[in-house]
């Protein structure tokens, strides 16, 4: 898996999600020296279900509130089939997983999603590198003089920053313990989601490799755990009713949280002791070299200070609510929640809502609200899909709000007695841990400036993001980023000049504005935006090298055949497929049976 003929560099990877662990296997494949770190105590990101969600700030709008990293609900199934959210290399279906798969569903539970996941982190073995429970709450770069100085550093690198990162260790127990700490925003009484169990329709297997299965399987079973905290607790709402009085009025409170002054402690003095934390033999063994020259000093509060040749960020784009400006919404009494906080429809039983935003989560959850609420209005700008329901009733959109429960709309119609409000309405771009240091910013869903959405041309390529890109295939999108990140680093593949790269941020930001596209699709690559995710995908690729090949045709022809499906069949497009779609997965079940035999033949 190690190149050793190649620049090796001492790596940082922030997040240990879908984006984070094929970023980690493609540096550790270039030869680097990888630690990654991930603020829970599992690999998946967004997939690892937390049923719990942030009951004091349901609209996300408190930056201290307790935070909670998944958007998952507890009926999800993909919107997505699920060959085409393999990796080039590790396809996912059934018979990589072994017993660890237990949806076979061509739209799997997200349960599944997150299974894959955690066997792709075992068959390659990726744990030792990761720090679980670990919050990053400070990256800088290492002053210029520091960085001339640096002798493991490349010649093509010694111009550019290393950097300093400061983790803190969280468990659960001590971010609800800083939850009760701060002014809670709403008072709820929640319920326990229960997730509807999943009946998988039988399907037959595309090939029978039992072998492989059981090597994978086994390798899961032997693959190291995160360590277990001596204390770990985990809060869940207790009852399926909200206390509507207060949840209107999320207001920001400016309180000290422990990872901001933890923070702040390290940039008016340097710790010295030396890290005192515990790790398993296998993680010692993994990537001891790493730490060995990442680490270097133990501060209070659980932080520890490392040093990096280079950062990836992975954190994902679906943890910041973003909100829409309605007048009266901190005066509305009823529920009020951002879609990031829904767990389960129940709560909305015999309600009148109102749905905002009518993206693809927008149209999922005003379905699966009407199926218990008394009526759901669904609130939008325009509207793709196909005539709604009977008990949606598609309305412009939401302006206003009043305390008496009446909510105003573009077109001047007014709906009285309003139960409660649901904003499907996006995410933002936030990264807390940069802020200050003025190398990106994020206003309007635009993340400035990034060459190609992955390098801050000021300080390419030691810092880099991958996985802001929304409208595409993203965990094959992941992995090309990842690979083009770890080639640059360790040059076997290079960037244009800073001039040139700063010169094409501004070429694409003018092809949006001639093309009437809104800031906030800078990172969106439907097939309609004037770079898809096709071209946009072909061009990492010639970057990385030859030996990296374009993305194969049957994975555009069958995202688009799925597209269209979903369009026409809102409800059903995940069980019942026409002969068009099927000759699509039957094209799509083939590749998946050449990876796998690929993957077995590795492997064996």
Request: with cysteine; net charge negative.
């Amino acid at each position: 898996m190690v190149n050793n003929d190649r620049d090796q560099l001492n790596v940082a990877v922030i997040g240990a999600g879908a984006a984070g662990l094929v970023a980690t296997r493609e540096l550790l494949r270039e030869g680097h020296r990888v630690t990654a770190f991930e603020q829970n105590d599992n690999v998946g990101g967004i997939w690892d279900y937390q049923e719990e969600c942030e009951t004091e700030d349901l609209l996300g709008r408190n930056p201290n509130r307790r935070h909670v990293h998944s958007s998952m609900y507890s009926s999800l199934r993909t919107n997505l089939p699920r060959q085409i959210m393999s990796f080039s290399d590790f396809p996912f279906i059934p018979e990589v997983m072994g017993d660890q798969s237990h949806d076979s569903r061509r739209f799997p539970s997200h349960t599944e999603v997150q299974a894959w996941l955690e066997v792709f982190a075992a068959r390659f073995q990726l744990r030792q590198y990761i720090r679980f429970n670990s919050q990053i709450v400070s990256l800088r770069p290492i002053t210029s003089a520091a960085v001339e100085s640096n002798s493991e550093l490349p010649a093509s690198l010694n111009t550019v920053p290393r950097w300093k990162l400061i983790a803190q260790t969280v468990t659960v127990k001590q971010a609800a313990q800083r939850a009760e700490q701060a002014p809670h925003a709403t008072e709820a009484n929640g319920a326990k989601n229960q997730a509807e169990p999943a009946d998988p329709a039988a399907s037959q297997p595309i090939a029978d490799n039992d072998s492989l299965a059981a090597d994978v399987g086994a390798s899961l079973e032997a693959s190291p755990k995160p360590a277990e905290a001596d204390d770990i607790a985990s809060h869940h709402p207790d009852s399926n009713r909200f206390h509507f009085r207060h949840c209107g009025k999320q207001k920001c409170s400016r309180h000290d949280s422990t990872s901001n002054s933890c923070s702040s402690r390290f940039s008016d003095q340097h710790a010295h002791a030396h890290s005192s934390h515990t790790q398993s033999g296998s993680e010692q063994q993994g990537s001891a070299e790493s730490r060995r020259t990442a680490e270097s000093q133990s501060g209070p509060s659980g932080c520890t200070e490392y040093d990096f040749d280079a950062v990836l960020v992975c954190v994902g784009n679906y943890h910041q609510p973003n909100l829409p400006e309605i007048k009266g919404m901190d005066d509305f009494e009823g529920l009020q929640m951002h879609a990031h906080n829904y767990r389960s429809s129940s709560i909305f039983a015999g309600m009148l809502v109102i749905v905002v935003g009518a993206s693809f989560s927008g149209e999922e959850l005003a379905r699966a609200i009407a199926d218990v609420a008394s009526q759901v209005f669904h609130s939008a700008r325009s509207f793709q899909q196909s005539t709604p329901r009977d008990t949606i009733t598609r309305v412009a959109m939401l302006t206003e709000l009043s305390s008496a429960g009446i909510a105003s709309f573009q077109d001047g119609t007014q709906i009285a007695n309003i139960d409660a409000v649901v904003y499907c309405t996006g995410y933002q771009y936030a990264y807390p841990f940069l802020e200050g240091t003025g190398l990106v910013t994020s206003h309007d869903m635009r993340v400035d400036p990034l060459w190609q959405h992955i390098f801050p041309p000021n300080v390419a390529p030691t810092l880099s993001f991958v996985g802001l890109i929304w409208k595409s295939l993203r965990n094959p999108q992941f992995e090309l980023q990842s690979k083009l990140v770890a080639r640059v680093l360790s040059g076997r593949a290079q960037l244009p000049s800073r001039p040139q790269m700063v010169q094409d941020v501004a070429d694409f930001y003018q092809k949006l504005i001639d093309c009437g596209v809104p800031v906030r699709y800078t990172h969106n690559q439907a097939d309609i935006m004037p770079v898809n995710q096709w071209a946009y995908n072909a061009k990492l690729a010639e970057i990385c090298g030859p030996d990296v090949p374009k993305q194969p045709d049957w994975l555009q022809a069958l995202y688009a055949a799925t597209s269209v499906h979903i369009l026409g069949r809102p409800d059903s497009f995940r069980d019942e497929w026409g002969p068009q779609e099927i000759a699509v997965y039957d094209i799509a079940d083939k590749f998946c049976t050449q990876m796998l035999q690929e993957l077995h033949d590795h492997n064996a």
